[in-house]
């Protein structure tokens, strides 16, 4: 059943003041204050609004309404050349002329005129091709009037292009205006890459025989290779140099060392670890472009990265030697199963005279969470790492 609005406008006025947003709807000489939505179907807009106490959203239909708008967006009830009743248009562009978009195309809403500009994707012939693409130039053209110094021939069949010359016209003839265009919409980049480091982990040797019970802890640094994916996102409006990212790694860690270990008794080990292991993060990133340009962008960035461990295999033989008698024993060697949470902190760089694809990235990551006290176990205790990654 269609809303009347004109009835239900001194009840909404009565209760705005619980209204949670500042959208407006006009309506003959009545403005409202609540909360709206737009959605689109089919190319055809449908405003709908809701109270501050209401949980229901319902529908404004273009007949009985004028213009819906807030901050960002304006919608216009309108009936257009090729629309038999009234409709809601989007309006990108108000002042003495208003640029529209209804169902895909765009119209010129002037002074004594509606005006619709032929769209270059219509069904057309190899004959007239050409010109059928070009067609709403020659319309703008003659809107206009050669009343604006111009140069049509680059306009595109796109909101923020066909405003310009609108945007000329009215500040040449010192007229107010306002252009609802995004022109900083928030960007996503998926990014693939191959990184790794180098990474230090601990080992918490302890033996019946080894001080009395004590544990020694004991260092491996190894190189570790990750394929990781990456989603950035860049709020322009916010900051264009700030970003945000997050993605996902798959590690895999390897130790295979014959060492010496240093304790301070008399009896010499020798210890061959080998183990094997897969790792999975979710790194979360914030960067900050400190310097671009054409030549060169680089960044800061700060990264938190849960991390943890998917799979593992480790064994150890450990090689004593008092008064040149060798015993040989077979240690069991645990993984810290218990997740951990690491810091990053580096730099990216990239050349978009080179590639504007290409990111390289150096880091340095240490363990935030506290280290493990059970003996014989491994843990992951810092690690300076490098990316290459591939946007697309």
């Not at 501050?52 to 009936?79: C, H, L, Q, T």
């Not at 700030?242 to 860690?253: D, N, R």
């Amino acid at each position: 059943m269609k809303i009347f609005i004109s009835i239900l406008f001194p009840f909404l006025y009565g209760i705005q003041v619980y209204s949670q947003t500042s959208d407006t709807l006009i309506s003959s000489n009545d403005t409202t204050f609540y909360q709206l939505m737009v959605k689109q179907k089919s190319g055809e807009y449908k405003v709908f609004f809701k109270t501050g106490i209401s949980i229901d959203w319902n529908e404004v239909y273009p007949e009985y309404a004028n213009v819906a708008f807030s901050e960002k967006y304006r919608y216009i009830s309108i009936k257009l050349p090729d629309t038999e009743s009234k409709v809601w248009a989007k309006c990108l562009f108000s002042g003495d002329y208003q640029l529209l978009e209804y169902n895909h195309k765009f119209y010129i809403n002037g002074k004594d005129n509606i005006y619709k500009l032929t769209s270059p994707e219509n069904d057309i012939t190899d004959f007239n091709k050409k010109t059928q693409r070009t067609l709403f130039i020659g319309q703008m053209i003659a809107i206009f009037n050669s009343s604006i110094d111009f140069d049509y021939k680059k306009l595109q069949y796109s909101p923020k292009s066909l405003v310009q010359p609108l945007i000329k016209y009215h500040e040449q003839n010192n007229l107010p205006y306002r252009d609802y265009n995004d022109y900083y919409p928030a960007h996503i980049d998926l990014a693939l890459g191959l990184t790794g480091g180098i990474e230090t982990m601990r080992l918490n040797l302890q033996t019946e025989e080894f001080l009395l019970g004590n544990e020694i802890p004991v260092d491996y640094t190894e190189f570790f290779p990750t394929i990781s994916a990456e989603i950035k996102l860049n709020i322009p409006k916010l900051s264009k140099r700030l970003y945000f990212t997050g993605g996902v790694e798959l590690s895999k860690h390897n130790i295979d060392v014959y060492s010496k270990i240093n304790s301070e008794s008399t009896v010499v080990y020798y210890s061959d670890l080998q183990y094997d292991a897969m790792s999975l993060a979710f790194p979360v990133n914030v960067g900050f472009e400190i310097l671009k340009n054409d030549v060169a962008v680089v960044a800061i960035q700060t990264e938190l990265k849960p991390f943890f461990i998917i799979s593992s295999e480790a064994q150890m033989k450990l090689e004593s030697e008092y008064n040149n008698i060798i015993n040989t024993e077979f240690i069991t060697v645990n993984e810290n199963n218990v997740p951990e949470l690491f810091h990053n902190i580096g730099l990216k760089i990239c050349s978009p005279v080179l590639s504007k694809k290409l990111t390289a990235g150096i880091g340095y990551s240490y363990s935030l969470t506290p280290s493990v006290d059970e003996i014989n176990s491994i843990t992951h205790i810092n690690s300076l790492t490098f990316s290459i990654l591939l946007s697309f």
